[in-house]
Structures are given as C-alpha cells and as structure tokens.
C-alpha cells in the first residue's frame, strides 16, 4: 500500500475503534509482516526490497499513529472554578494536598475529609478562607452520603460544580497473614478499597455533570508483601 493509504487507515482505525497508539502501530506492523510472508519467494534481491519496504512502511505507521493519536486524542476539559474534596486529609499526603491546593487555586473550594471533630476543628482554625473541613468516615456508608450531601448543598448555593474526588484515605497493617484478624483484614479493606469505591459511585453524577476527575491514590506497601 502506498504511504497515504497507511497514514488513512491509521488515522481510521483510531476513530472508528477507538485504538490506542500501541495498537495501531502492532496492528499495521502485523499487517506489514504478513505482507513479507506472502510475498513470491523469486530472488533474494526481491525478498530483501520487499523487507526494506515493509521496514520503511512500518516507520511511517509509526510516525502517522502518533500523528493521529495527537490529533484525536480525547480532550479534558479545564476547570477555571470548582469543588475539590480530598479524602483523608487530617494527615499525611492528604493534609498537605489540601493546603497546598487551597493556597494555590483560590477560586476553589477545598474540602478536607477527616474522620474527627478534632481534626476538623483544626482546619478551621487556620483560617483559611476556601479550605473548609468535611467529617467523612469513607469506611462507613452512612458517611459518605452525609458527606455528599454537604457537596450537593454548596454546588446549589454557590453554583461551582464538584471538578475532582481525590480517595487517598487509607490504612495499614504490618501482620503475618498467618496471624493477621480477619475482621481487621476487612476493615482495611473498607477503607483502601470499598470506601473509595462507595464515595465515586456517590459523587459521579456531579463529576459527570462538569467532566470532572477522580483520582485514586495508593501506596508502595501494596508492592511488597508481609
């Protein structure tokens, strides 16, 4: 095939299936290879021209599946204004995150999700105008609708709309399986896991509504085993 018609059905193969790059390039170099294969055994001199032919048309493969995922990659749109919540956040990675994004975009609001009333309390003594305290207790579902409804009321009252979910609460445990509860095995679960899953679910329908994100934050112990 000529260079146009593998720039055409690259850039066609990305709409029409929704192809990543990788897969645009293996599939057009599969396609290349079996071309080689089926190509008439005549001389070696023909062999080899049909292999640095296949090499060249797989270069420009490459060249315009990158040009098409530039092209038509899916566009995120960019918030100027919003609601961020940012789960487990009376420490750690969570508390920092969350002051910093306060200090930084001054025309969101930055809900910091804690489990105490002491930690909340905290918060608000800093003092700082957009960053405001959420008691949520991701573990528990009664929590989490508690919390979402706080969201629903502000994205009414003030009109911003909720643009991320950040679930970086979590906890650990240092235990032998052997030995390790089972009942404390699933309250970690509860929260690294189903309590993330619980408040997405909660809050997709505000994300969907402004093309928001939800971002999931999780640890380097999950590489290493106990």
């Known amino acids: 095939p000529s260079s146009t018609q593998i720039i055409d059905y690259s ?63 899916k566009q995120y ?13 009376s420490s750690g990675i969570g508390k920092h995150a969350t002051e910093y994004l306060a200090a930084k975009l001054s025309d969101f609001t930055v809900y910091a999700g804690v489990r105490k009333q002491s930690d909340a309390d905290k918060i608000t003594a800093l003092g700082v105008s957009n960053l405001k305290p959420l008691l949520l207790d991701v573990s528990s ?17 003030t009109g911003r709309p909720l643009v991320a979910v950040v679930n970086n609460a979590g906890v650990s445990r240092v235990a032998a399986c052997e030995y390790h509860r089972l009942d404390d095995m699933r309250a970690v679960f509860d929260t690294n896991f189903f309590g993330a899953v619980d408040l997405t679910q909660l ?24």
Do not use: W
């Not at 749109?77 to 956040?89: A, N, Q």
């Not at 579902?141 to 009252?157: G, L, N, P, R, W």
């Not at 994300?207 to 999931?216: D, E, K, Y």
């Open 203 to 226: 809050a997709l329908p505000l994300l969907r509504a402004s093309s928001g994100r939800v971002i999931m934050t999780s640890s380097i112990l999950g590489r290493f085993g106990t």
């Open 77 to 89: 749109k960019v918030h100027k204004t919003g609601i961020i919540v940012v789960t487990g956040s």
């Open 11 to 73: 850039q066609q193969q990305f709409v029409d299936n929704n192809m990543g790059l990788v897969d645009i390039v293996s599939t057009g170099c599969q396609q290349i290879q079996q071309l080689f294969l089926n190509a008439p055994l005549g001389s070696s001199h023909t062999r080899y021209a049909t292999l640095a032919a296949a090499t060249a048309a797989c270069c420009i493969v490459s060249s315009s599946s990158l040009m098409a995922f530039l092209t038509f990659r």
């Open 141 to 157: 579902h009664q929590s989490c609708v508690d919390a979402m409804e706080v969201i629903t009321a502000d994205v009414a009252k």
